[in-house]
């Protein structure tokens, strides 16, 4: 079973509509981020949480808000789309004490298409 | 409309030739630079990082240079396989608050030509 999943894997909206993507993890982590990838411009970073209690914003939070459930869910809500925010999302964890002070485990992705 | 993103640098290799990849970063501060693979349809993966304090370290087929005067960042792939075709991304670990966050590069197409 994957480690980090995420749901939907895909999902068509209309502009206006409110989107929530969620993200699962079994890792046990307690740091968990959520990126958009955009074709030729890689990986930013909308929101990151530390633990359960921290919610931080990331370069790109406009339009975007985190809902942290637990430490195993974190979820990314598009409040009202635009098509603008048509791109694929993804979710990753990592561990500080784990081997790889910078290893970050991501998703599979949810590509979101806002017509 | 269609969108039209921007053109991702690819990288042609032939199998079994050894793979350079170029990355310029721009934060003196960062503490670690990384390298990540991404497959298609999958998400990014690690591949191997490096302290800042260092310019070179060695993984299993992989070799990471760091040159700080110059900013620049290269993964170095020997023996290059089909298995290695992938988008590469570099990215830069900063310390914030009670964690670290990475920022990426735009990344780098690798096609190894059989």
């Known amino acids: 079973d994957a480690d980090v999943t995420q749901t939907p894997r895909n999902r068509i909206t209309k502009t206006g509509k409110r989107i929530m993507l969620e993200c699962s993890q079994t890792k046990g982590h307690d740091r968990m981020y959520w990126y958009r990838q955009d074709p030729g411009l890689g990986l930013r970073l909308i929101y990151y949480s530390f633990d359960v209690k921290d919610i931080n914003k990331g370069e790109i939070s406009d339009g975007y808000s985190v809902s942290r459930q637990a430490q195993a869910k974190f979820s990314l809500s598009l409040e009202s789309a635009i098509p603008n925010q048509t791109a694929l999302y993804f979710c990753?964890?990592?561990?500080?004490?784990?081997?790889?002070?910078?290893?970050?485990?991501f998703g599979p992705g949810t590509r979101l298409t806002v017509l | 409309g269609e969108s039209v993103g921007l053109h991702l640098p690819t990288l042609s290799v032939q199998e079994g030739d050894n793979s350079i990849i170029n990355c310029a970063y721009s934060?003196?501060?960062?503490?670690?630079f990384i390298w990540y693979k991404q497959e298609s349809g999958k998400g990014p993966q690690f591949i191997i990082d490096i302290r800042s304090n260092m310019d070179k370290r060695q993984g299993q087929r992989v070799t990471v240079l760091l040159n700080k005067t110059v900013k620049h960042l290269s993964l170095q792939i020997a023996a290059t396989q089909p298995g290695d075709s992938a988008v590469y991304f570099c990215?830069?670990?900063?310390?914030?608050?009670?964690?670290?966050?990475?920022?990426f590069g735009t990344g780098t197409q690798l096609k190894v030509e059989l």
């Open positions: 990215a830069e670990n900063m310390v914030t608050g009670g964690g670290n966050k990475l920022t």
């Open positions: 934060n003196s501060a960062s503490d670690y």
């Open positions: 990753a964890t990592s561990d500080p004490a784990g081997t790889a002070y910078n290893e970050q485990f």
